[in-house]
């Protein structure tokens, strides 16, 4: 989504996707492309929305939240992949669930240089950790999408990210 620009249907399905999958804990790091979704966690007093001040704090709060018998989902930008590397061994060696939605910069229509090098690592990185990932480009995929995640996660204990490229929400305008 550019700026100014309403959210889109699928965000709001999205949302209520997560939480009829159970998800409980919604640790994000502020960030346009989930702001949609970060509002709807915030103003939701059946779910705890958790700001991280860094990425890779979210990955620990779903292994604890998991540890607790809930569910959470990690709303980050791909240029946060990077700093949860280390930490998705946790995920790993520990196989806990893990559920994470990544609004992609640094690929089709990027005006800003500087987020290409982080935008090509997403994939790498994820797949390098055991983490599946799966791109969404149009809207009509969205839904689907997010649901077969939430059944690989939490059923099929494989950790998922789904990758919400810039084709669906749109290159920030600088």
């Avoid at 980050?76 to 998705?88: D, E, F, P, T």
Wanted: aromatic share 6%; with cysteine.
């Amino acid at each position: 989504m550019t700026a100014g620009h309403p959210p889109s249907p699928w965000q709001d399905q999205v949302y209520e996707l997560l939480k009829a999958g159970g998800i409980t804990q919604f640790a994000y790091v502020p960030d346009a492309g989930h702001k949609r979704l970060i509002e709807r966690a915030i103003a939701d007093n059946e779910v705890h929305a958790v700001s991280l001040t860094t990425e890779e704090e979210g990955v620990g709060l779903l292994a604890g939240a998991d540890l607790g018998g809930r569910r959470g989902v990690l709303l980050i930008q791909s240029s946060g992949v990077g700093n949860c590397a280390n930490l998705l061994s946790l995920i790993a060696l520990g196989r806990f669930p893990f559920l994470a939605l990544v609004s992609m910069r640094g690929d089709f229509g990027e005006g800003n240089p500087w987020q290409y090098p982080a935008g090509r690592a997403v994939e790498p990185i994820l797949q390098a950790m055991g983490v599946d990932t799966v791109r969404v480009d149009r809207a009509e995929d969205v839904a689907g999408v997010v649901a077969a995640a939430i059944t690989q996660a939490f059923q099929g204990n494989r950790p998922t990210a789904v990758l919400l490229t810039q084709r669906l929400l749109g290159a920030k305008a600088f």
